[in-house]
């Protein structure tokens, strides 16, 4: 039994030897996360930044071969070099990282109140590679104008009052491409506000009188609206889209016991046919008689063949006999 184990135990050892070779041999290739950026290329030997066991050291970075004291006072960039002399003493590790790669970013974020305010305003001493990416030749440097919190890139206010009148939104704010805004380009303002982008108001009037409502607004897919045609003024307002202002009472009034929902008439959302019978009863046997022998087996829509007259005025089909106002037959056969 005990020879099993002392090969095992062998084989095992002989593993971790050559695990430790390689490591020697291409340390990075074994224990690195990924490239160095193609600034720290020349370093070739692990230890010149970490220390075993204890992984990357500050220290190290202000050896002789590196980042000393005289080279970071001469750098090109005077503010980045404020910086680094200004926290000499602290952890290189605080606000750098490594091993993302040739191109990547070897900067990482930090609280930025440990920074002086000489050094704040001076944003772009650090994140020009950002600016250069986002602005190229767009705004000026004073990053602050816009960019109101060192947490958040994406937390901004802009006071649109210093550029009224000097720059058009376009120059900023690219045009969206569809065709509603590709007619007012350039004249933003005509729709929007400065203080809230999603806040919209459009005088209508300075609309040709060709323009249908369609062409900005998708028109809705609902069964009351695929009955009606494009145009939509005949229901709505410009100003206000809702309630709408459909004139119902051309073809019946909803006054008085006729307010109801509108399925009360028009069932499973059928608008070109109505129904009277859903409140009134003409199921009697003598009713269906006297329909049906006339060959008249749908007679819920009782305005086709009826009259009636409501405050005056006359629905229905007025070649019929009439009802009055009160729905009572006015023939007394």
């Not at 690195?32 to 204890?54: A, E, M, V, W, Y």
């Not at 930025?112 to 650090?126: F, G, P, T």
């Not at 009955?227 to 073809?251: R, V």
């Amino acid at each position: 039994m005990k020879k099993p184990a002392t090969i095992t135990l062998l084989i095992s050892l002989a593993v971790l030897i050559i695990i430790w070779v390689i490591g020697l041999r291409f340390p990075t290739h074994l224990y690195s996360t990924g490239d160095l950026h193609k600034d720290h290329q020349g370093i070739k030997n692990c230890r010149q930044c970490h220390i075993p066991f204890k992984g990357a050291n500050s220290s190290l970075c202000m050896t002789s071969d590196c980042h000393t004291f005289d080279r970071l006072s001469h750098l090109a960039n005077k503010p980045l070099a404020d910086l680094h002399i200004s926290y000499i003493d602290k952890d290189c590790l605080d606000c750098h990282t490594e091993h993302q790669g040739m191109t990547g970013k070897i900067t990482k974020s930090f609280d930025h109140k440990i920074l002086a305010i000489r050094i704040l305003d001076e944003c772009a001493a650090c994140h020009i590679a950002d600016y250069q990416k986002f602005h190229p030749n767009r705004y000026n440097t004073d990053c602050k104008l816009c960019h109101i919190s060192t947490t958040g890139w994406k937390i901004i206010s802009f006071n649109h009052n210093t550029i009224l009148g000097k720059m058009s939104c376009i120059s900023c704010h690219p045009l969206p491409s569809d065709n509603k805004h590709q007619q007012y380009a350039e004249t933003c303002e005509t729709c929007h506000v400065t203080d809230d982008w999603r806040k919209t108001h459009f005088n209508h009037d300075a609309l040709i009188s060709t323009q249908t409502c369609v062409e900005c607004h998708k028109k809705p897919e609902d069964d009351l609206h695929k009955t009606i045609s494009e145009d939509c003024k005949t229901c709505h307002l410009t100003k206000k889209w809702k309630p709408a202002i459909f004139d119902h009472d051309k073809y019946f009034p909803l006054a008085g016991d006729h307010y109801v929902s509108c399925n009360t008439c028009h069932q499973n959302s059928n608008y070109k046919q109505y129904t009277c019978l859903n409140c009134h009863e003409h199921n009697t046997p003598h009713i269906r008689h006297e329909h049906e022998e006339h060959g008249i087996y749908d007679y819920g829509a009782c305005l086709r063949c009826h009259q009636m007259s409501i405050n005056g005025k006359i629905y229905g089909n007025p070649q019929a006999e009439g009802f009055d106002d009160e729905g009572e037959d006015g023939d007394e056969d």
